[in-house]
């Protein structure tokens, strides 16, 4: 049998130079194409052809995320705000973008098929983009969707041998420079001699900015749920939940709207413990480091001494409520980012799929007494969510409200307005009970057998 060779991958660089692209653009293309240049900070350097807006240069944190499918929503996360994406699925670009006019029936003002309003990442790197796109919901290529809002995208990286780099050294700073004689001069000086028919710029760390303030919404917004699904009070109003945005996906409002509940965003800055108007509170998933948040993080450190309602967090809501328990979190080495990450609850033995994007984690060797480990991810070992002994409160580092991605543990959503409810009947603040038992139950149901051979 012949020797298995590896096929080749890009190099940091030729001769000094960025590494060209590795693919070329479509042969009947008439009109000439942009090359740009990413440029990370550890020196290597590749060009890729531009597709997307050729206005500026920028600059941001570079990180992976591994999704098949998925790209409007994933680009329109809050949570990306600021980063510079690399999709590791080669082909990107076939089913289009869809209608940015089209909203959602119920709740009016929102897109239906998107995460919020605008695109948020800096900046877009793919192995392949594809010119053409054919799908029933499709009203524009991906292109036309990032010239739109003025995002930079190439194509033509080596986008396996990119995530390879970024998980050996971990996620780093990146910029995507275009050519002088396209965007104007120069902003830096140039750090090489090719680098002087770029327009240059400095590095840009997004999480040394709160960038929470950014993408949270600025006045408080009430959505109601259909009066004939409505999950009513002992008041006879749908049961409230006061959502505090700290770069909310849209979907997060649909879970709980689409369920009968009533709904009231407010900012990340906002008192919600002056705020006696509501029946639970929830703490949305956001962008950055938890710790530039600091309003929010003593908000809930009071909320939680209080213990007035039931409590749930994602994503960055998790992370802010571990902190204002008097736990810290840590930067993972490249985070997790993608729709097919495996998270195990630690009370049934239960494996999930989940959605994620994340690039920190609650270190739980730091949790309270209070506090214990719900779920953990079977990949790395970092924490996955908490629970609280005594009292209704939770949250999940995950996303189970998906958009992109898989809905295995949306459950999670009934599982906090059910406690909402009971709360709400019995005047009780009750532990949450999970769904699917105990390890021990599904043991006793299940015998493992020890076969000798």
């Known amino acids: 049998m012949p020797p298995q060779t590896r096929p080749p991958t890009q190099a940091s660089s030729v001769n000094g130079l960025p590494h060209p692209p590795v693919t070329a653009p479509p042969f009947d293309q008439t009109e000439a194409s942009t090359l740009a240049t990413l ?46 994406l690399v999709l590791t699925f080669p082909l990107v670009g076939n089913y289009g973008v869809p209608s940015r006019e089209t909203m959602d029936s119920l709740l009016k003002d929102l897109p239906q098929h998107f995460e919020s309003s605008e ?54 700073l990146g910029k995507i420079l275009f050519p002088i004689s396209l965007v ?110 600091t309003i929010t993080i003593a908000n809930l450190t009071k909320a939680l001494h209080i213990a007035r309602t039931p409590i749930f967090g994602i994503c960055l809501g998790h992370q802010l409520l571990a902190l204002a328990s008097g736990a810290t979190t840590k930067k993972m080495k490249f985070g997790n980012r993608g729709h097919n990450i495996p998270c195990t609850n630690l ?18 060797n730091t949790l309270p007494e209070t506090f214990m480990e719900l779920f953990v991810n079977a990949n790395d070992g ?25 809905r295995d543990t949306e459950f999670l959503f009934d599982v906090f307005i059910k406690s909402v409810d009971d709360f709400r009947k019995t005047g009780t603040l009750k532990p949450i009970i999970m769904p699917g038992g105990t390890k021990e139950d599904a043991l006793a149901l299940n015998p493992r057998v020890s076969v000798r051979k």
Not at 386 to 406: A, C, M, N, Y
């Open 184 to 293: 104007g001069p120069t902003v830096i000086p140039a750090d090489t001699e090719w680098m002087s028919q770029c327009q240059n710029v400095g590095w840009i760390d997004p999480n040394a900015r709160n960038l929470v303030a950014e993408v949270s919404l600025k006045e408080p917004k009430v959505y109601a749920p259909k009066a004939s699904q409505a999950v009513l009070g002992p008041n006879g109003k749908p049961l409230r939940i006061l959502a505090v945005d700290v770069g909310m996906k849209y979907n997060q409002i649909r879970c709980f709207v689409n369920r009968g509940v009533e709904m009231k965003i407010v900012p990340w800055n906002y008192d919600f413990n002056l705020d006696t108007d509501y029946d639970g509170l929830f703490i949305s998933n956001g962008p950055g480091d938890p710790i530039m948040t």
């Open 382 to 406: 970092s924490n996955e969510g908490i629970i609280h002994k005594t009292l209704p409160i939770f949250s999940v580092q995950f996303h189970p409200e998906s958009t992109p991605g898989p």
């Open 119 to 172: 695109i948020h990442i800096a900046g877009l790197i793919v192995g392949q983009y594809s010119q053409d796109f054919s799908h029933y919901l499709a009203t524009s290529s991906l292109g036309d969707w990032l010239r739109e809002y003025n995002i930079p995208a190439i194509y033509g990286i080596d986008t396996r041998a990119m995530t390879k780099k970024i998980r050996s050294k971990g996620v780093m």
């Open 39 to 84: 440029v990370l900070q550890d020196g290597s350097s590749y060009q890729g052809i531009s597709f997307g807006a050729e206005s500026k240069s920028i600059a941001g944190e570079c990180v992976f995320q591994t999704g098949m499918v998925g790209y409007p929503e994933s680009l329109t996360d809050p949570s990306y705000r600021g980063q510079i």
């Open 347 to 364: 009370i049934s033995g239960r494996c999930y799929i989940t959605s994620q994007n994340h690039g920190y984690a609650v270190d739980v």
